[in-house]
């Protein structure tokens, strides 16, 4: 049995923005529903409805992080917060990784795939361990597979979107 560990530097920067961000954006978002109290703008609505989208995004990134992965012979388990889901390898169909991008290094994202969906995600800046983690999972990788950016953005916030697998036939 293998255990995630945290990457302690994307750890702290999720915190920092979290922090941040939930003291900053209501205190704005406050500021500008008494503007709109006072007199409608529809400018004004969009820009509260922009950050609290932002805030969205950034709690649910928290809320992901938190996640641990317990890797056995036969499953794979993603304890979060509030709830915890086991997989059994024999019920996946294959993973494939992206890169993603920061603004001073990349870093590696492995994807579950179940009945063509995105079910799960394993990334080199959440985890030190990554390397050990993906060696551990027992099923195969494809390197066709079709995924969009958009596609990649409802993981982050929790949806399992279906994907495509290129043929080069």
Do not use: C
């Not at 795939?113 to 990788?141: A, G, H, M, P, T």
């Amino acid at each position: 049995m293998i255990k995630s560990r945290i990457n302690f530097e994307s750890f702290l920067i999720i915190y920092f923005l979290t922090f941040i961000l939930s003291l900053v954006f209501p205190l704005i978002i406050y500021s500008n529903l008494q503007e709109l109290a006072s007199k409608f703008s529809i400018i004004t609505i969009l820009k509260v409805a922009f950050r609290l989208g932002i805030l969205f995004f950034i709690w649910t990134f928290f809320y992901k992080i938190h996640t641990k992965i317990i890797i056995t012979k036969e499953h794979i388990t993603f304890q979060k917060i509030f709830n915890s889901k086991k997989y059994n390898f024999n019920d996946l169909e294959y993973f494939f990784e992206r890169q993603e991008l920061a603004k001073h290094k990349k870093y590696t994202a492995l994807f579950l795939v179940k009945e063509n969906k995105i079910i799960e995600r394993i990334s080199s800046f959440d985890y030190s361990n990554y390397e050990e983690l993906k060696s551990k999972i027992k099923i195969s990788e494809s390197k066709n597979t079709e995924v969009y950016f958009y596609d990649l953005i409802k993981v982050l916030i929790g949806l399992s979107p279906k994907i495509k697998v290129r043929d080069h036939n």
